[in-house]
């Protein structure tokens, strides 16, 4: 992982995370499905079925890597009529394409190389602005739901899917073990890049999460906010609303 800078203590710089992704693009899905048990494919489902409820949703995902989520939100929820993600890492990118024309949605759903601190649109147009397993890689999180919040029509939806901790002392002991030492021993095998799982457990640990998470929201202007942890708490759904006036 020479290419990318480190910051003091040896951790990777959430700047250049993005390289990191390009790296094992090609391992992504596989991993993310092994070291998730699947989960993350229910966990998708979820955030399909807590978009606002109009017709027509035009629907940004953000650091949308293999388009994922936005296959998720086209399946699962009807209204869905538009679909754009945004990722720095080109190469998941091009794996996400691969996966939109497979399924005969570049009609629908397009991809776009960009930062989610600073969204090539210059007026509000997305009823719905989603992410997962993302915020906690940006340099500034409070910029990227700014943001967000800016380019939502009145009325429109945040939704961030990001991992968390339970409350409960025993499985959150047993969370952390998990993340410190399973994930990186399994990530660093399948794809000969250690580093990258091990910044996963960095990330998580040092992420605001639950209430710590809502003041975020809150402070970029989104109302109605609401947590709902999944799994006891290992990952949680948070969701915000422009208000409509």
Request: glycine share 10%; hydrophobic share 45%.
């Given at each position: 992982m020479s290419f990318l800078s480190k910051q003091p203590g040896g951790s990777v710089a959430k700047a250049d995370s993005w390289k990191m992704f390009n790296a094992i693009s090609a391992r992504y899905d596989l991993l993310n499905h092994l070291l998730s048990f699947g989960l993350h494919i229910r966990w998708r489902k979820h955030l399909a079925?807590?978009?606002?409820?109009?017709?027509?949703?035009?629907?940004?995902?953000?650091?949308?890597?293999?388009?994922?989520?936005?296959?998720?939100?086209?399946?699962?929820?009807?209204?869905v009529?538009?679909?754009?993600?945004?990722?720095?890492?080109?190469?998941?990118?091009?794996?996400?394409?691969?996966?939109i024309q497979k399924q005969g949605l570049t009609d629908r759903l397009e991809l776009r190389r960009a930062d989610a601190m600073d969204l090539p649109f210059k007026d509000p147009c997305f009823d719905a602005v989603t992410m997962a397993f993302g915020i906690r890689n940006v340099p500034?999180?409070?910029?990227?739901?700014?943001?967000?919040?800016?380019?939502?029509?009145?009325?429109?939806?945040?939704?961030?899917?990001?991992?968390?901790?339970?409350?409960?002392?025993?499985?959150?002991?047993?969370?952390?073990?998990?993340?410190?030492?399973?994930?990186?021993?399994?990530?660093?095998?399948?794809?000969?890049?250690?580093?990258?799982?091990k910044y996963l457990n960095e990330t998580i640990e040092a992420f605001p999460y639950g209430g710590a998470f809502l003041s975020l929201l809150g402070k970029a202007g989104f109302v109605s906010l609401q947590a709902r942890p999944l799994l006891l708490g290992v990952a949680t759904i948070y969701q915000g609303d422009r208000p409509a006036s």
């Open positions: 079925i807590a978009l606002p409820p109009r017709p027509g949703l035009r629907v940004l995902d953000l650091a949308t890597g293999t388009a994922d989520v936005l296959l998720a939100l086209s399946r699962h929820n009807p209204r009529r538009r679909g754009v993600g945004l990722d720095l890492a080109e190469n998941m990118l091009a794996v996400g394409r691969q996966k500034s999180p409070q910029k990227v739901l700014s943001e967000a919040f800016r380019v939502l029509r009145p009325g429109g939806r945040i939704l961030v899917l990001e991992f968390s901790f339970p409350e409960n002392a025993f499985w959150k002991q047993l969370d952390l073990f998990y993340l410190r030492t399973v994930v990186p021993l399994i990530g660093g095998l399948l794809t000969g890049h250690y580093q990258a799982y």
